[in-house]
């Protein structure tokens, strides 16, 4: 009963996670390609991302919501804030000159220690949700039983 109940917090904390910070991203797109267009990389694809990232991240939230795809959106929570925490780590160890936040909402007030740290939670509850559904699944029981016709 705990586990489902974690469960259910691990993936209320990253559905509302993606939901946020794609939607705060959209809210605010011409900042936001303003942003991605000062990003250390070809400007080429910036439009991909603005549209992409919000996209994928909508994406996700969608795939946690549903039991049958639950564990891909885990998944895909997982490699999306590995990849934001290594390019976190790259813009700490400054591997590039001047990086801008291109995050939305109250998200764009962290620095990037707080970023990383915040990054990491989410990994972390990432990981546990992952070991959460594959227990369950192995231990939960079907709650319908075959019916036996004579």
């Known amino acids: 009963m705990l586990r489902r109940w974690i ?5 209320l904390l990253l559905f509302s ?13 011409k900042v936001f390609l303003v942003q991605m267009n000062d990003q250390p990389f070809d400007d080429k694809f910036s439009i991909l991302l603005v549209w992409g990232l919000p996209a994928l991240q909508y994406l996700i939230a969608g795939l946690l919501i549903f039991r049958r795809t639950l564990l891909a959106g885990l998944y895909g929570s997982l490699a999306l804030m590995l990849i ?8 700490k ?10 995050c939305g ?12 740290y915040f ?7 990432s ?3 992952i070991v959460f559904h594959k ?6 029981k079907p709650t319908f039983e075959k019916i036996q016709l004579s």
């Open 7 to 11: 469960m259910e917090i691990i993936v």
């Open 17 to 29: 996670l993606f939901v946020y910070a794609a939607t705060s991203k959209l809210m605010d797109y």
């Open 84 to 91: 934001f925490t290594v390019y976190i780590t790259l813009i």
């Open 93 to 102: 160890l400054n591997f590039f000159n001047h990086i801008p936040c291109s």
């Open 105 to 116: 909402g109250v998200i764009k007030q962290f620095t990037w220690t707080e970023h990383l």
């Open 119 to 125: 990054n990491l939670f989410f990994i972390i509850i």
């Open 127 to 129: 990981l546990a949700g």
């Open 135 to 140: 227990w369950l699944r192995r231990n939960v």
